[in-house]
């Protein structure tokens, strides 16, 4: 944080997907320059916004077997994939 304007810049890479990383809580003075000095603090909470960042991914164990005689429509079975990241961003179809 810039302490003359209170602008707040990333300091490094950020990566919304590790929990550490999710979001950060911030502590800030701010303090006057007279006699006797006056402060105030606030906690400042910063969201990661999500981007969408991560591919989907298949789970692994997905083989299937069917029967050679088995009836069209027959379940065969269901193949499963994951995507890390939020909403929209990490909604698999
Ligand atoms: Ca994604
Ligand atoms: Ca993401």
């Known amino acids: 944080m810039n ?3 209170g602008e707040v810049f990333c300091t ?3 990566d ?8 950060f809580l911030l502590s800030v003075i701010a303090r006057d320059a007279d006699r006797p ?6 906690a400042l909470l910063v969201h990661v916004d ?3 960042d991560n591919a989907p991914e298949f789970e ?3 083989e299937l077997s069917v029967a050679e005689d088995a009836e069209v429509g027959h379940l065969v079975g269901v193949v499963k994939a994951k995507d890390a990241d939020e ?5 698999v179809t």
Do not use: V
């Open 3 to 5: 302490s003359s304007t």
């Open 12 to 14: 490094r890479p950020l």
């Open 16 to 23: 919304r997907e590790s929990p550490s990383s999710a979001s």
């Open 37 to 42: 000095r006056m402060t105030a603090e606030a």
């Open 50 to 52: 999500d981007e969408n």
């Open 60 to 62: 692994e164990g997905n």
């Open 87 to 91: 909403g929209e961003n990490g909604r």
